[in-house]
């Protein structure tokens, strides 16, 4: 089992920058692809981005992709999102996920395959 906590959520105002963070621990020989995802109210769950420990591929949404930046610290097992440019509909529970390395990448966009979730936490964007 691989735990996950994120950080680094909180209230942006409209065009500024949030890095959120996710600390794995536990199993995490097992979480060799980590994602973010994000929700908002009365909307499933979506994927952000994508990475992987082993070489460091990425894998992002068209809605953050030239705004969005995942990255990892091999060290401390922290994966990291930054998003750029924030508007209101980035407004979200963000959460950290983990699983295995994936077929494909359309595979690595679906929460289904991911069977380690953080907690999330909250982003909240103002115009």
């Known amino acids: 089992q691989v735990s996950l906590g994120e950080s680094g959520g909180g209230l942006v105002q409209s065009g500024g920058s949030l890095r959120l963070a996710c600390a794995a621990s536990g199993r995490t020989a097992t979480a060799q692809t980590m994602a973010w995802f994000r929700q908002s109210p009365g909307n499933d769950r979506e994927f952000v981005a994508a990475?992987?420990?082993?070489?460091?591929?990425?894998n992002y949404a068209n809605s953050v992709k030239g705004r969005g930046t995942i990255s990892k610290d091999n060290a401390t097992r922290t994966v990291y999102l930054q998003i750029d440019s924030l508007k209101p509909e980035d407004t979200a529970v963000y959460y950290c996920a983990a699983g295995p390395i994936f077929i494909n990448s359309v595979v690595e966009r679906t929460t289904r395959a991911y069977t380690n979730w953080g907690p999330g936490t909250q982003v909240t964007v103002s115009s």
């Open positions: 990475i992987r420990w082993r070489d460091g591929r990425t």
